[in-house]
């Protein structure tokens, strides 16, 4: 991930905690305790937040939280039909050399992510070309609604592994298959959606990412189970 783009998403993700903040973290619908992270080395290691809850965790320690957001599909209606998958990103090219860099799902610089809080937009912002919301000019004001899933990391890439068969030692020679071969977007496992392909096409560093459905991340969801 490159630091352009990692500025512009960490500015996407302060309106998105300021926004979670008020609405959620720091209300009694929270039964727990929140600490928000500042410091930028933290959140490169992915940690954007930590977590305490005896309700949620069986446990009275913090947690490490990277906060997760689709914010290239913003959705701007909330009758909209929610967006039914996330992307996690397994590895991205380097733009100024052939080499790439470990993505934020396996890659050994976030090992201290204990959980990923993802969240899905609905915002009142303008309609893109794409059909989904400008994030550009989302703020604390224009957001309308968030999806929010505290997903364990170590469960999910057990999911992964046993589902699709990429896991933390083999992640980058897969990519470095798919990526060699040309052969994206692939199917895994007879499933009837792409679950590689390239995140955006005018990126230059071509992340690619492993879909998930919504359904399947709803079931190791532990934050919404109390309520």
């Not at 446990?59 to 701007?76: C, L, M, P």
């Not at 090992?111 to 993802?118: G, K, Q, R």
């Not at 224009?142 to 990391?153: C, E, H, M, Q, Y």
């Amino acid at each position: 991930m490159y630091m352009n783009k990692f500025i512009k998403d960490l500015e996407y993700e302060k309106v998105i905690s300021n926004w979670l903040e008020t609405e959620y973290f720091n209300t009694d619908l929270f039964p727990g305790d929140y600490v928000r992270v500042d410091d930028l080395e933290q959140q490169k290691k992915g940690i954007d937040f930590k977590l305490k809850s005896n309700t949620i965790f069986k446990n009275q320690i913090f947690h490490n939280v990277d906060e997760k957001a689709a914010t290239s599909y913003i959705a701007t209606n909330l009758n909209d039909k929610e967006l039914t998958t996330f992307a996690f990103e397994i590895d991205s090219n380097n733009r100024h050399n052939s080499s790439r860099s470990e993505g934020w799902l396996f890659g050994n610089k976030y090992n201290e992510t204990e959980y990923y809080l993802i969240c899905w937009i609905w915002a009142d912002v303008e309609l893109k070309t794409n059909g989904f919301g400008n994030p550009r000019q989302l703020s604390k004001e224009s957001i309308r609604k968030i999806d929010r899933f505290l997903v364990n990391k170590n469960e999910l890439q057990k999911y992964i592994e046993e589902t699709y068969g990429i896991n933390k030692t083999n992640f980058m020679d897969v990519s470095s298959k798919f990526r060699n071969e040309r052969t994206l977007p692939v199917y895994l496992n007879g499933f009837d959606k792409p679950r590689l392909y390239y995140s955006g096409k005018l990126q230059p560093e071509q992340p690619l990412n492993l879909l998930i459905d919504k359904f399947i991340l709803k079931q190791f969801d532990i934050l919404n189970k109390y309520y």
